[in-house]
């Protein structure tokens, strides 16, 4: 909330105040890499389908909830009746994950899947259905 104040140093206007964040943010990650610590302490699983045909979750990583990862039959199911945010934000993934742990900046890493259970490149055909890494700044 922003209050008028003669003593304030943070300008009340919402760009200005903006601005300000993305400032000290670039400062922030000009002395950190979070992009590459999340890379490295959570890669992506390159599939998460097992031997009988279901997703299989990797240990330390769980559904995430706004695009579930369930079962590959009933995810199609699921999704064909309910609806879920893998069509609206991850178009072509049948379901991502996220990872449990964070990283010591509080990163995370969410990685979204086609329906044979295979990672979605960013870089690919189906890139704009891939996950995403995810920080938060406070």
Same mark, same amino acid.
């Given at each position: #909330? ?15 105040? &903006?601005? %300000? ?5 670039? #400062?922030? *990650? ?17 599939? @998460?389908? /097992?031997? =009988? !045909?279901?997703?299989?979750?990797? /240990?330390?990583?769980?559904? =995430? ?6 079962? /590959?039959?009933? /995810?199609? *199911?699921? !999704?064909? @009746? ?11 993934? @049948?379901?991502? @994950? +996220?990872?449990?742990? +964070?990283?010591?900046?509080?990163? !995370? %890493?969410? &990685?979204?899947? =086609? #329906?044979? !259970? %295979?990672? *979605?490149?960013? =870089? ?15």
């Amino acid at each position: #909330k922003c209050e008028e104040d003669s003593e304030q140093e943070v300008p009340c206007d919402a760009c200005a105040v &903006c601005d %300000q964040w993305n400032t000290n943010e670039m #400062k922030e *990650l000009s002395t950190q890499n979070w992009l590459a610590e999340v890379n490295s302490m959570y890669p992506c699983p390159c599939t @998460i389908l /097992s031997t =009988d !045909g279901e997703f299989q979750l990797p /240990s330390n990583w769980s559904t =995430d909830p706004s695009c579930p990862l369930v079962s /590959s039959a009933s /995810s199609l *199911l699921l !999704g064909a @009746i309910n609806g879920n945010g893998c069509e609206e934000y991850h178009p072509g993934a @049948i379901g991502c @994950i +996220r990872s449990e742990g +964070r990283t010591p900046s509080g990163a !995370g %890493q969410q &990685c979204c899947y =086609d #329906k044979e !259970g %295979q990672v *979605l490149d960013p =870089d690919g055909a189906n890139g704009a259905g891939a996950g995403t890494p995810d920080s938060v700044w406070a």
